[in-house]
């Protein structure tokens, strides 16, 4: 389906005004609307797996990966845990108006800066309805006004859900247009989106690598980068071996498919006899193919001898800037943390990584010097995730170094205002 | 000066380099620096004349401005005042490390977030030496190497600073090329420079409208727009028109040359007739030249029969929009406090508004409704500035969403990073 750049802009023109009305609304309006959204979803469920079955029909038609028409399928089930998540955004508290900074200047006006909406987002992602569903939430309960374009292969299953949320807005005193669908299942009808610098606030692409690249790089609108990971777990010469293969192994195998999943191993050299044949086979025990350098595949060889056989394959550059999000892992023997800490700068994509260590210098030197994302001291790299870290709900994980790094929640939505306070204040 | 893409991409991959050493010092390294470049600009003052003096002739040759020629033209005491400024950012806090939220997770992970800084910063600007050292200093407080690229009537000027500063650095123990200059005064040296995504991590344009929305529009590195402000001054129905006299006529005339100056009035239609003549007046005295609609002109007209006659030209709706930088105002009644914020949505630049009115859910609808960087009640928009907030010392004030809203001081030029400590956590 093709649409016109004024298509797209009459939507997010028409989002503007709807980002207006809600930026005043205090929680209680917006949980209400919340809940009416939820409650509407469940009753409403008939029609809406009718629609997503149509997109279900098409995708398999295609000839679909099964586990992408099973990321588009929505059941009853689904669709009541999709409820469930609005009520809970519904629980959490709302993040505009929060006080950051306050007190009063020498002349005696007040100052404080406070939380604000964005104003309108737009979110680009791939064929997963209950993102639909869980970025207008989001956005609602931040006070912002969202522009969904989600992918062509779920364009009927997200015109019905958005059907439901709008009526359900409306019913509950919001603007309908607070939760809007881009027109168009073509990649001109992003294009159109990332162009309307001063209508749309914000885009946030979710979902492959080529998709957030052509984002970042043709996007007039600013652009929040999420979810890239290449995420490392370095060995350190103190550490605890024990634990180092067990999250070693968690890092990488307890859900390989997504971003904060270990993608490369890296050990210091004087643990490397003593941590690696255990590692190996703690690994090949999982069922992950490791791609070793020639101390890793020598490794491999002594293990071999002491009776078992880790698959070990040669590592090439690819393998170090590779994110599988399989279970495959690269690994590689290193000088000291700081050639580790190279190796990451080089080869990483800031997202995560982990130093496994006992020593509290070389976890403060890989703190201070990995500029990623998150960093774990001793603890999965699966770690980094809004849900884990207590956020209640997330919206992505940013890899970008502006406006927010690391797991996105509520208050990753908002905005600033400075505001001042003073009866008569004049500059001087 | 033609540059290639490779030398400027050659600069950056250094500044990358010395960002990495950066990071991890501590406050009393960056503060020596700080200081021994403080010194040297003291102590070499001679050589950054000699330099100056050729960029003040060769613009004086060129026909420049006089204002332009002074903001251009280093003595002594302007030397002498930017090394101060110096010791000045070396007495402020160090944001790096600062912790912004941290607890513990029920799995027993500490998790913290905490400052980092942001890695390289490139700052395009114009033809003010002052601004060199300025953005030098402020960077590496905040840990980041930082790309200076000045206009190119100061190019002498620059690379004599830059010599002395990269000089003091290196005689600190910091790397020299934690400050370097952008090779090159054509605009394809800015091109390059905001190609580099992945080895500049943010790009700040300062200067004139033009500049901001080239680099705001061809950046493939994340950008902070600053500085472009199209303020208003809103008197309310409830206003003190005393207090609104003087707030209009400070916020307009104070220094009307700068981002925070009121270029549009806007007067609640129950208080124009009471308000405007007077308002007329204290404009007309301070030499302003009134904007106005059909409203005020027929005030301006009332005036003139009580004996002044204050000059108000019709209002276009290229005044409405005008950053005039100059003693003009525009100036309209609208009919509801409301209307006054569809009026600055419509036509202001989301840098400054301010709202005289002794009505609190007046000054709380004014304030949840603008969508401004600042809201000043009862106060001059001229106050929205670093110094004036406390800061110590700006960057720039963005007028963006994202990162930083308002004024910008040294926190705001860090990023974030999540710190998890754990003792071998692993997700389940």
Not at 18 to 27: G, I, N, Q, V
Not at 54 to 65: E, I, M
Not at 237 to 266: F, H, W, Y
Request: proline content about 5%; glycine content about 10%; hydrophobic content about 50%.
């Amino acid at each position: 389906m093709n649409v016109s750049a004024d298509d797209v802009r009459e939507v997010a023109v028409r989002a503007r005004a709807a980002a207006a009305l809600l930026a005043p609304l205090p929680r209680a309006a917006k949980d209400a609307a919340l809940i009416a959204m939820a409650d509407a979803l469940v009753a409403r469920t008939p029609d809406i797996l009718v629609a997503n079955a149509a997109d279900v029909t098409a995708a398999r038609a295609a000839g679909t990966a099964a586990g992408l028409v099973d990321r588009l399928t929505l059941t009853p089930g689904r669709v009541a845990a999709i409820a469930a998540g609005l009520r809970q955004v519904a629980s959490l508290p709302d993040p505009v108006g929060e006080v950051l900074r306050g007190g009063v200047r020498p002349n005696g006006m007040e100052l404080r800066q406070i939380r604000v909406p964005l104003g309108v987002v737009g979110i680009v992602y791939e064929a997963r309805p209950n993102v639909t569903v869980d970025a207008a939430g989001l956005c609602l309960k931040s006070g912002n006004a969202v522009l969904l374009r989600g992918s062509g292969s779920a364009y009927r299953s997200n015109t019905a859900l958005i059907g439901v949320l709008r009526d359900a807005a409306a019913s509950a005193g919001l603007p309908a247009d607070a939760v809007q669908l881009v027109p168009g299942t073509d990649h001109e009808s992003v294009k159109h989106l990332i162009s309307l610098r001063g209508l749309v606030d914000v885009v946030i692409p979710r979902g492959g690598a080529g998709l957030i690249r052509t984002v970042v790089e043709e996007s007039a609108v600013p652009v929040i980068e999420t979810g890239v990971g290449n995420c490392h777990v370095y060995v350190d010469a103190a550490a605890d071996l024990g634990m180092a293969v067990a999250i070693t192994v968690n890092s990488k195998v307890q859900r390989p498919s997504v971003c904060n999943a270990a993608e490369t191993l890296l050990v210091h050299r004087d643990v490397a006899d003593a941590f690696l044949p255990r590692a190996l086979a703690a690994l090949a025990a999982a069922g992950v193919t490791v791609h070793g350098d020639d101390q890793v595949r020598a490794a491999a060889g002594a293990g071999a001898g002491a009776g078992f056989a880790p698959a070990v394959v040669p590592v090439t550059d690819e393998d170090w800037a590779a994110e599988y999000y399989s279970l495959d892992i690269a690994a590689g023997v290193v000088d000291s943390l700081d050639a580790a800490v190279a190796h990451i700068r080089r080869w990483g994509t800031g997202h995560t990584e982990a130093i496994i260590t006992g020593s509290l210098p070389a976890a403060r030197r890989f703190i201070s010097t990995c500029d990623s994302a998150a960093i774990m001291v001793n603890a999965s790299t699966r770690f980094t995730d809004g849900e884990r870290f207590g956020f209640g709900a997330e919206i992505g994980i940013s890899t970008q170094k502006l406006h927010a790094r690391g797991p996105m929640g509520l208050p990753e939505l908002t905005s600033t205002t400075w505001v001042g306070i003073g009866d008569g204040q004049l500059v001087e």
